[in-house]
Structures are given as C-alpha cells and as structure tokens.
C-alpha cells in the first residue's frame, strides 16, 4: 500500500530514497533547510526515523525493490535522486544474503531505470561504500579493482556496476550518473550494530562489546554532518566515483581507548567470531577533495558531540 505525505518548495527538487535512515535523514534536513523541494522515498522499515517527517519534505511510503516505485519517482519528476536505501548491516547479509542480494540489486536497479526515463534528469547519485574493494593494504583509489568479501559489499558493487551499465547504454543518462563510496559513518541516529553506536550503548548500559579480531580491524570514520557538503559537491559538479573518506582510520581498540578517555567510562569487551571479515579499510579521497571539500567536522569534535550531547 502506498503512502504519501505532499509538501511543495520552490527550489530544484531532489529525490532521496532511505531519505529517514540514519545518513540520509540528515541529508533530507539539510536540503530542507536549503529551501528545496525534498522528496523522500522509504518504506519505514528497521532503522527508520519518521519521527522527522513534519510536513517540511514530500513522504513516499515505498520499497525500492518494488516494480511499481519506478512509477511512483517518474511521476516526481525530480532534477536530482540520491539513491541510498539498502540494507546496509553486514551480519544480517551474512545471515540472509539472498534477501540482502534482492533487496540492494532491485532498489537500484529500479533508481535507474526511473533515471533513465526522466529526460530532463540532472543527476543521479548512487551510494555506494568503501567495502566494496575488500580487503586493502593500501589507500584504494576509485579506479581500483572491486573484490567485495561479504554479501552486502557483494550487493553494493552490483549497483556500482549497475550504474556504469545504465549510463554506459541509455543516452539520457550520459553524464549524469555519479556514485560516491563513503567510509564508516557516524553520528545520532545511527543504528545500534555498528561499532560506535554500540560502543555508546556498552558506555550507557555497562554491557560487554563484542570484539571481532582482538578489535585490530581497522576503519576509517567520518562524522555524519560532513556528508551534506560532499553529496553538494558532486550535485553541481560531479562525474564518475569520489571516494568520501576521513584520511586517517583507527583500530577498534583505539576507539575504545578514546571513548574511555571522553567519557571515563570503562568499556568490557568479550571475543567474538565474524566470518569473511576484512581487517582494514582505507580510502584515497584525493577526487573529491580537489573539488574543494573536506570535513568541516573532525573525528575528534563529532565522537565528542555524537558522545556528550547525543545521549
């Protein structure tokens, strides 16, 4: 069944879809406040926030992987879609990867071919991640091999080459398809399986972290609110892949180390096996900084707020 709630602006109009999830919530509030016209597509399932929709934006009640959602956005006519609903939790992929696999691959199979069918399109970015290279032991530049190691970073790969398709063969998308590959986000409303999320509820409730590899894996972490000026970026001026990434990473032990010190809070850990796990992850952003971004927000000043203000 659909649901819409209707808002109408006057400024160009952008299509978000995840747009309540916990990245692109604050990405639909950015654009709001920009004075444009927001349209956001989200079933509301698990990990939604529908607790921000006021009126302000447009609301489509939808699922991606839904044949009928492509319809639904040409009808929208929107100048920009951002296609970023997925499952995006690596354990669940692991536990469920055909549902993962149909889920991903249908959402953006049907975000392009919405695309494709709308001639007066700006762009369309498609959300990707940095997991899709697999294992790295260096920084890995967009144009590197993709070798995805789990199920989700197998689906997000899939519209990455998904996306070089429909480009590569519909004329009315020539140009205009752009992916970006963010690092490990965080920030408030994140859900509570990934690392920091858990590591606030290990510092509220005094439970043990599950640490997977003795906690030497290795990521790289960019605060949420850095995302909008990125996503920006490449709206106006972008092509092809930009990797978004923070240019320094840290183990999992280092994040304890830190949580600990800010918040003076021992954190308990307990051994626990992942299977197909990658120990590092690190990303050459050099593309999108040329463009003229960098995070307006360290690593340092969003743990500090994500850990003291966001309780």
């Known amino acids: 069944m659909w649901w819409r709630k209707k808002a109408k602006k006057e400024g160009p109009k952008i299509l978000i879809t995840g747009g309540l999830g916990f990245i692109f919530s604050h990405v639909t509030e950015y654009y709001v406040q920009k004075g444009w016209d927001v349209v956001v597509v989200d079933n509301l399932s698990e990990g939604s926030h529908p607790e921000i929709i006021d009126g302000s934006f447009t ?3 939808a699922h991606m992987a839904h044949l009928d959602v492509v319809d639904k956005i040409i009808e929208e006519k929107p100048d920009y879609i951002v296609h970023a609903a997925a499952i995006t939790d690596v354990d669940y992929s692991i536990r469920e990867p055909r549902r993962t696999f149909e889920k991903n ?64 063969t519909y004329p009315t998308l020539r140009g205009k398809t752009v992916e970006i590959r963010p690092c490990n986000i965080f920030g408030p409303r994140q859900a509570r399986e990934k690392i920091l999320a858990r590591l606030k509820e290990c510092v509220q409730t005094g439970e043990p972290l599950p640490l997977h590899n003795d906690g030497k894996g290795y990521r790289e972490f960019l605060y949420v609110k850095n995302i909008p000026s990125a996503l920006d970026l490449v709206l106006e001026m972008g092509d092809g892949v930009y990797n978004v990434g923070a240019a320094e990473g840290h183990t999992v032990l280092e994040l304890i180390e830190k949580v600990e010190t800010l918040t003076g809070k021992k954190i308990l850990t307990t051994p626990e096996h992942r299977s197909g796990m990658d120990m590092r992850y690190e990303t050459d952003s050099s593309r999108i900084r040329a463009l003229g971004w960098k995070p307006a927000h360290s690593f340092d000043e969003g743990l500090r707020e994500y850990f003291l203000e966001h309780v």
């Open 59 to 61: 609301h489509i009640r």
């Open 105 to 168: 691959m249908l959402g953006s199979t049907h975000a392009f071919e919405a695309a494709r069918q709308l001639p007066n399109l700006k762009k369309i970015v498609y959300v990707g991640t940095d997991e899709v290279y697999g294992e790295c032991d260096h920084r890995m530049r967009e144009d590197e091999m993709l070798l995805p190691r789990s199920p989700y970073a197998c689906s997000k790969a899939a519209g990455s080459l998904m996306r070089v398709a429909y480009e590569n």
